[in-house]
């Protein structure tokens, strides 16, 4: 079974949960829709039951997106990190244009 739905959350809890795309960009003031797609296996139809935490980063902490063109409302996560890596090399080539040595540490 594989669906997606829309969470609307407010800052003290979740507001309602949407089915379309369309229904989650429809919000109130201070809402934000988390997109959330659940995968469960044939083989997880028994006891004991699943469980799953789900902890929602901000997506762009660190990098600058005022020149990103999105095309959708919603950035997965591949998407983001394609943006991260993309904002890192560009600001590894202005540091060896100035004549700075840019090594990438492990972390």
Request: aromatic residues 8%; glycine residues 4%.
């Amino acid at each position: 079974m594989t669906e997606t739905i829309y969470l609307i959350l407010s800052p003290s809890k979740v507001e309602r949960m949407v089915k379309t795309e369309k229904a989650a960009t429809s919000l109130y003031k201070d809402e934000l829709p988390v997109k959330v797609t659940i995968e469960v296996p044939d083989e997880n139809w028994k006891r004991p039951y699943l469980e799953k935490r789900i902890v929602v980063n901000r997506w762009d902490k660190g990098i600058d997106v005022e020149d990103v063109h999105f095309e959708n409302d919603f950035v997965t996560e591949q998407e983001a990190e394609m943006i991260r890596e993309k904002r890192i090399e560009k600001m590894k080539e202005i540091l060896e244009g100035q004549g700075y040595k840019v090594d990438r540490e492990e972390g």
